[in-house]
């Protein structure tokens, strides 16, 4: 589905008409050819010297040695969700001179432009370019212009686009000074791994860095942050320095923050092994793997999931939960068989919950009725059959985003808010042992590091990260979260390449983002915090015909060994190493049984 708009009559439109102001308003001054004693005044515009003096949105450029223009560098933007790669600096001129502008690009549609120029701001673009190519555009200063701001971007949505030596040609002004110190510093949001920070604005700054106990924690555009990666129940002190073209402020005065506890496991399952495997067991239903009976589960599992409690109808909120009929499953249990199988799963240590919804089971809790009727029924299935807990494993059109509810962290669209206070309803009422799962596909999760509902203008799928306000409002609660890992189309890693399904590369791309935390559309001020690795397993199908997207048990090794290991990683770079990784899930304990066990016995293998 096409989620983006590319640029088309309009950028050529605004371009001509703006050519056309410019002539009608006698300012043909402006593309003069600069005078003889002119110097290029842009700083660093062959990237020989990294990104010093550039800023980038959303941490979209990097600097690469191949393809350049000249010398060894060349900057990379690439566009991510509602960001366009925009990288930016501030140039020091005089008021009322002419300046020309240009810079060798290639790749995907790039823009070249000033702002802050006092008089009309210029741009130029490309559509594409295969081969270096030369932008170029002039512009002159107002009588009280003492600064331009200079940039290239892309576009949304698009590949990557490369630029190498730019520059700025006219006469140079005053050196710009360091911005101030920051004020104003403070904590927002803590939980047991992140610390929400803030702060106030500071005049001439293009740029934020925050320090964590003196070191350099991460650069944002705008006056927010949030620093991930922490341990629970550990005190942390921040500092920022606001940054320009000139360099950096001292840093400002300290803020301390603890984070909170871990709550044991994230929830209910603080008893779970280091290392477990969560399957799911077809109980009310048969297809081509055939019923495999509660008793007969093999002890590798250690998590089951029933699969699945459906609603009466998508929006009542009402869950049934039954065995499958014996005209369907010739060989299925009775309830009291299946009980008394559920107590002994339980007295060897083993954990069986309700999975609600599946690819069929649609729910939307839009009403407090339905969201009311949710717990009531849920909670009548866990009663009935002794249950440690429940899966949320929503699929298809259960969860979107209305339009306007642009932030996880407050979400306002009542299908999430209701799903959010019914578990939490849930967990209160059975204590602190109460075991919370969820089993997302990655459109819903991953898929937030580029588009998050339908956007800032609207028109992307609504359902774009759509879990993410779930998966962060409950992650106190969360037990485990594993993701499905199939069924799924190419998705963009924090590599900003795209990565898909079938191989190691992948499972290590999307558990890296869920270990490290994302920026959500791209949005620095609006990050995904990570999650600790002991609530974080891995979801892939049990055998070829369980679901598109099956990985070989030696890649699924090379997977696990780059994640607790930091081996077998190939070209992928992860963003730390996780060694309680918790383990990994599949769909489903009865196509492992018709593959001969190859899922649960490699499991066994790998981690003894």
């Known amino acids: ?78 566009p991510a969700g509602s960001d366009n790669a925009k990288c930016s600096q501030t140039v020091a ?23 802050g120029t006092g008089t009309t701001d210029v741009s130029t673009w490309t559509q594409s370019a295969s081969d270096w190519q030369k932008l170029t555009t002039s512009f002159r200063t107002g009588p009280n212009t003492t600064s331009v701001t200079v940039y290239t971007h892309g576009w949304y949505g698009t590949p990557a686009y490369y630029a190498d030596d730019l520059t700025l040609v006219g006469p140079g002004g005053a050196p710009a000074q360091p911005p101030a110190v920051p004020t104003g510093l403070k904590t ?39 620093v991930t990666g922490l341990s629970p129940s550990t005190a942390y002190g921040f500092q920022v320095a606001a940054t320009n073209a000139a360099g950096a402020s001292a840093l400002s005065p300290a803020v301390t923050a603890t984070t909170s506890a871990s709550g044991g496991g994230g929830g209910g399952g603080a008893d779970l092994p280091a290392h477990a495997l969560v399957g799911y067991l077809h109980s009310s239903f048969a297809n081509g793997s055939g019923y495999t009976r509660m008793a007969d589960v093999p002890a590798s599992w250690d998590v089951i999931n029933l699969a699945f409690g459906e609603p009466t109808s998508v929006t009542s909120g009402d869950i049934r939960f039954s065995l499958c009929p014996v005209a369907e499953c010739p060989n299925v249990e009775s309830a009291a068989e299946f009980k008394a199988a559920i107590k002994a799963k339980q007295a060897a240590g083993k954990k069986v919950l309700i999975s609600i919804g599946g690819a069929n089971g649609q729910v939307q809790l839009s009403t407090t009725g339905a969201r009311d009727a949710f717990v009531s029924s849920v909670s009548k299935i866990i009663d009935e ?27 306002t669209t ?80 924090l590599d900003n390449q795209y990565h898909s399904m079938g191989g190691a590369d992948f499972h290590i791309a999307m558990t890296d983002m869920l270990l490290t935390g994302f920026p959500v559309a791209g949005d620095t001020t609006k990050v995904f915090p990570a999650l600790r690795p002991e609530q974080v397993a891995i979801g892939l199908p049990a055998s070829t015909q369980a679901g598109n997207g099956h990985t070989s048990p030696a890649e699924v090794h090379k997977a696990l060994n780059c994640l607790t290991k930091k081996t077998d990683c190939g070209s992928y770079q992860t963003h730390g190493t996780w060694p309680a990784l918790r383990g990994l899930m599949t769909w489903s304990i009865n196509w492992d049984r018709f593959n001969q066990w190859e899922f649960s016995k490699n499991f066994d293998a790998y981690f003894g």
Request: aromatic share 10%.
């Open 188 to 226: 927002g949001t803590v939980t047991s791994t992140s610390v929400a920070l803030s702060w106030a604005p500071v005049t001439g700054a293009t740029g934020y860095t925050v320090y964590r106990g003196g070191a350099r924690a991460l650069d944002v555009s705008g006056t927010s942050a949030t």
């Open 414 to 493: 009542p299908v999430v808010v209701n799903l959010i206070s019914a578990i939490k309803t849930l967990k209160a009422k059975y204590g602190a042992d109460f075991v919370l799962t969820m089993a997302p596909e990655t459109f819903f999760v991953q898929l937030g590091y580029q588009f998050y509902g339908s956007g800032p203008w609207g028109g992307q799928d609504p359902r774009a990260g759509s879990y993410l306000p779930v998966i962060h409002a409950l992650r106190d609660d969360l037990t485990l979260l594993h993701v499905q890992d199939y069924n799924s189309g190419p998705i963009m890693g």
């Open 93 to 115: 001129v005089q008021p009322d001179s002419a300046y020309t502008l240009s810079s060798w690009v290639r790749g995907g549609y790039v823009y070249l432009g000033a702002s």
């Open 1 to 78: 589905m096409e989620r983006t708009r590319r640029p088309a009559l309009y950028p050529r439109l605004v371009a001509a008409l703006a050519a056309a102001v410019l002539t009608a308003g006698g300012l043909v001054a402006a593309a003069q050819t600069a005078r003889a004693a002119d110097a290029d005044i842009a700083r660093n515009g062959g990237f020989e010297s990294g990104l010093t003096g550039w800023s980038c949105t959303a941490g979209s450029g990097a600097v690469v040695t191949t393809p350049v223009h000249g010398g060894s560098g060349a900057l990379k933007g690439t």
């Open 385 to 411: 059959y002794g249950l440690d807990g429940l899966d949320i494993d929503f699929e298809g059109h259960s969860l979107s985003l209305n339009t306007g509810d642009t932030d996880f962290r407050n979400p």
